[in-house]
């Protein structure tokens, strides 16, 4: 069962963007097992992958669109951790040397690094298991909701989804060869979880269909661009001073790569406004939705 914790105060749901992510790291902390609970090893490395430095945009996004009341702060907090959890899974299976062989990761080494293969393999499927739990468990969301928000992760994350995208990334490099399959996989690899954790706010606020659909553009757009804007900083920046961990394969192909930075810098502007065109179609409060995208983007500087 998901641990006890003192209530949100009214006031700090509604608070800066800091405060959101900042709720959101303690709540990830009480989320997992402590690290000296056993086995130590494992439940270690799942907090040295999940409790570390990171920008936490997804859950940010699920709860600014969920927006929630008092009664369900909590939720959509929660809500939002149980992605974090699954993207962080993600991450430590990215990382072993069978996929991307990465060193560092969220400025720490990597958890196969720290933890060992095995132990890092299981930290993600324990990750992934915790995440399911945590919306099984919500309390004060009707039993449908959280089925409906089960099979969004589920539909996100699986063989058509992010799966899909490490796949191709992993063995079907050979067929990247012009924008449109790359973008197809920039979509699986980062769309799907941007689409999902919008979508999984959008029905935990209970928006009708016009504007889920309206949030699912938003966020497929601002995924879009995200992906491609890490892009840009791999190819232009130093990846270290951008906050980055280096750990790039060069001959991944890329939006950059096969555009060249210009055309990238264009996609990557046009995939913003269509992100923001598609906000104002939701018909919702957008501020700090508008505030989060340029915080990103602030902080992700393209060249
Ligand atoms: C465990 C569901 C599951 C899938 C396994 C390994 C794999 C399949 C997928 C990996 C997909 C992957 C690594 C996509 C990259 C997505 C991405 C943009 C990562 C960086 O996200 P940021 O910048 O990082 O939000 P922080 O650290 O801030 O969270």
Do not use: Y
């Not at 720290?114 to 399911?132: P, S, V």
């Not at 099984?136 to 969301?141: D, G, I, Y």
């Amino acid at each position: 069962a998901s641990p006890a914790r003192p209530p949100v105060a009214a006031n700090e749901g509604g608070g800066s963007l800091g405060h959101v992510r900042r709720l959101v790291d303690e709540r990830l902390e009480l989320l997992v097992p402590p690290g000296d609970a056993q086995p130590r090893n494992l439940h270690l490395a799942m907090r040295h992958a999940l409790i570390a430095p990171s920008k936490r945009v997804r859950p940010v996004m699920c709860f600014l669109i969920a927006d929630p009341g008092e009664s369900l702060r909590e939720a959509a907090l929660d809500v939002g951790c149980a992605i974090e959890m699954v993207h962080t899974a993600s991450l430590i299976l990215d990382d072993l040397p069978c996929m991307d062989d990465a060193a560092m990761r969220r400025q720490r080494p990597t958890t196969h690094v720290q933890f060992g293969e095995a132990t890092a393999i299981l930290a993600a499927i324990a990750l992934m298991n915790r995440a399911f739990g945590i919306i099984a468990e919500l309390e004060q969301v009707p039993a449908p909701v959280r089925t409906r928000l089960a099979a969004i992760l589920s539909d996100a994350i699986g063989s058509n989804g992010l799966v899909a995208g490490q796949e191709i990334d992993i063995n079907g490099r050979d067929g990247l060869t012009d924008a449109k399959p790359v973008e197809q996989l920039n979509w699986l690899k980062t769309g799907v979880l941007f689409v999902a954790s919008a979508e999984m706010g959008a029905v935990l606020r209970g928006l009708d269909a016009q504007q889920v659909g309206a949030i699912r553009s938003f966020a497929r757009h601002f995924g879009l661009a995200f992906q491609t804007a890490d892009d840009l900083i791999d190819q232009t920046a130093k990846p270290a001073e951008a906050g980055k961990d280096v750990n790039q394969d060069g001959s991944k192909p890329t939006l950059v790569s096969l555009l060249g930075i210009e055309q990238a810098r264009l996609s990557c502007a046009e995939h913003l406004n269509l992100a923001r065109r598609a906000l104002a179609e939701a018909r919702i409060d957008a501020t700090r939705l508008d505030e989060l995208v340029a915080r990103v983007f602030q902080t992700r500087s393209t060249g």
